[in-house]
């Protein structure tokens, strides 16, 4: 079955920097687009990046441009998220998404497979 995992979350210092990790199994991933989402205390899922199934492309939330970046090694079947610059603001529980075809979307709600979460903490 499809699984994805989440880790690399903790606790980083305002302007420090987190990788996020998700190795994904149990479909084709090269095949597949796939996104971060997050999802702060009190708040809506809100969709962070995505990449294309080739790594062709990739697209960001205006909260995070510039200071994010999303990448995928197809041969490790594994997904990644190196945020710099954090702030207070950044942070939420993180997932990785599986998305339904080869090509980004934005709405968190397309999305047919979640990991579990890893927590990003941002604080002083």
């Known amino acids: 079955q499809v699984q994805l995992v989440e880790s690399g979350g903790g606790l980083a210092q305002p302007g420090g920097s987190l990788g996020l990790s998700c190795p994904a199994s149990g479909f084709p991933f090269s095949s597949y687009a796939m996104s971060w989402a997050r999802q702060a205390p009190g708040k809506g899922l809100e969709w962070v990046s995505g990449?294309?199934?080739?790594?062709?492309?990739?697209y960001y939330a205006d909260s995070v441009k510039g200071r994010f970046t999303i990448s995928r090694d197809n041969a490790k079947n594994t997904l990644y998220l190196q945020m710099n610059s954090l702030k207070p603001e950044d942070t939420a529980l993180y997932y990785c998404?599986?998305?339904?075809?080869?090509?980004?979307?934005?709405?968190?709600?397309?999305?047919?497979?979640w990991g579990q979460g890893t927590q990003v903490t941002v604080s002083s």
């Open positions: 998404a599986k998305a339904p075809w080869s090509t980004v979307i934005t709405d968190p709600l397309e999305y047919d497979y």
């Open positions: 990449i294309y199934s080739d790594g062709s492309d990739t």
